[in-house]
């Protein structure tokens, strides 16, 4: 273990624009700088400890010692302007009450929950596929499939009718940019809100143990088995509040659009890689795999998270972190370990075991982890069996990323078949 007897220089992080899915220099440095860092990010007052082995990472976020809840109270050193959580958002709860939060909607995530979506899923995808090829190439395939399906999967989970989605789509992105500028991204906020305490105000009281009746669809949840549907009854119960139940709303309406990106960047990769598309192709039981280690390679998300806060004075790798200092995990470093990952800069689509982490970990795991990974799925297989040409239509320097987003992905991929 790295015994460290002096304490870190604070170390500016800009997290500065960066293309496809190229590695945070700054990033790099800090990681090769030593495992437990200090950094100051653009906004929020002081600075921060930084935490980028996989085992440590595991440790704190899984640790009653860190909270997440504490972060309210503070001014903490920060990447984004304006993306500040409500009180009442799942990302800032602590166990016990965060645990009852999530179970409020684990009905619909289970195993068995998100396979059942896996045929209406694939017909949705099929749907906006076929649309693309019968209007011919070239194409942007983030504005015809990857966008829009990530979109109607989620909310089809959510329980979101299909005029309501195109808005939802705007908010999302408005919410995620800190391009769009502090006003404008909580009124998206603000109205995403209001659209769902207004839909849950119109539900009956509604009981999620029943399941599916006879008759039931099985193209998608049936009404009291949707996350809105799952939300009202625990409200009903008394088991959470209404703005709790919002909060979480949200959290998962806006997860849509990490899929967007990040199947983005996945597509891309094989475009720009095409052995690696061929490889797939020929060996379509790699795909699995392959996918695990796509998600462990790509930067997701730009710079870091929510940060913790310390609740008693701590030892890691002996670093002395006190009680009430600010401390970030990276899941984006803790991928590219070396001591976990051999040769973590490259693609290995055969790399096992891969115990990545970009579903973060802990009490914190991705509510929804299970439904991106099977949209992340359907959509490079399909893309992969239905269009066995497909290639970008520009040259890959004039391809352009998300200014200011918080999650990483491409603006657009213009594709020829």
Not at 75 to 85: S, Y
Not at 254 to 280: C, H, K, Q
Not at 327 to 351: C, K
Request: charged content about 25%; proline content about 9%; overall charge negative.
């Amino acid at each position: 273990m790295t015994t460290v007897t002096t304490t870190p220089p604070v170390r500016d992080w800009p997290a500065p624009e960066l293309r496809g899915t190229d590695f945070d220099p700054v990033l790099a440095e800090l990681m090769q700088e030593g495992p437990v860092t200090r950094i100051r990010l653009p906004h929020g007052e002081g600075w921060a400890w930084l935490l980028t082995r996989l085992d440590d990472v595991k440790l704190v976020t899984n640790d009653a010692r860190f909270s997440r809840a504490a972060v309210m109270e503070r001014d903490v050193t920060r990447l984004a302007p304006h993306f500040i959580p409500s009180k009442d958002a799942v990302g800032v709860q602590d166990p016990p009450h965060h645990t009852t939060l999530r179970r409020a909607v684990a009905p619909a995530f289970t195993s068995r929950g998100v396979e059942r979506l896996r045929g209406r899923a694939q017909a949705m995808l099929d749907e906006l596929i076929d649309a693309m090829l019968a209007d011919g190439s070239p194409a942007d395939l983030t504005e015809r499939v990857l966008a829009p399906f990530p979109l109607a999967v989620v909310c089809e989970v959510m329980g979101v009718p299909e005029a309501d989605r195109p808005r939802m789509h705007e908010w999302t992105v408005r919410i995620l940019s800190s391009a769009e500028g502090a006003e404008r991204s909580e009124e998206a906020k603000g109205a995403m809100c209001g659209y769902f305490a207004e839909r849950l105000r119109e539900r009956p009281d509604v009981g999620s143990a029943l399941g599916p009746a006879e008759g039931d669809s099985v193209l998608g949840p049936p009404d009291g088995d949707s996350v809105l549907g799952l939300l009202a009854a625990a409200v009903a119960r008394g088991e959470v509040s209404t703005s709790e139940a919002v909060g979480l709303a949200l959290l998962i309406q806006i997860g849509g659009e990490a899929v967007t990106n990040n199947t983005g960047n996945m597509v891309y990769l094989l475009l720009t890689r095409p052995e690696l598309a061929d490889r797939l192709r020929t060996d379509p039981a790699l795909r699995p795999s392959a996918i695990d280690e796509l998600l462990r390679y790509i930067p997701h998300r730009n710079s870091v998270g929510l940060s913790r806060i310390a609740m008693e004075d701590v030892t890691i790798r002996g670093v002395d972190i006190a009680a009430g200092d600010a401390v970030y995990v990276s899941y984006l470093a803790a991928n590219r370990d070396p001591e976990v990952f051999p040769d973590p800069d490259t693609l290995d689509f055969t790399r096992s075991p891969n115990p990545h982490v970009a579903f973060g970990h802990g009490p914190h795991y991705c509510v929804g982890g299970m439904l991106a990974r099977l949209e992340s799925e359907l959509i490079i297989s399909t893309l992969l069996d239905r269009l066995p040409h497909l290639a970008l239509a520009v040259p890959e320097d004039e391809l352009r990323w998300r200014p200011g987003a918080l999650i990483r992905g491409p603006e657009g991929l213009p594709v020829t078949w």
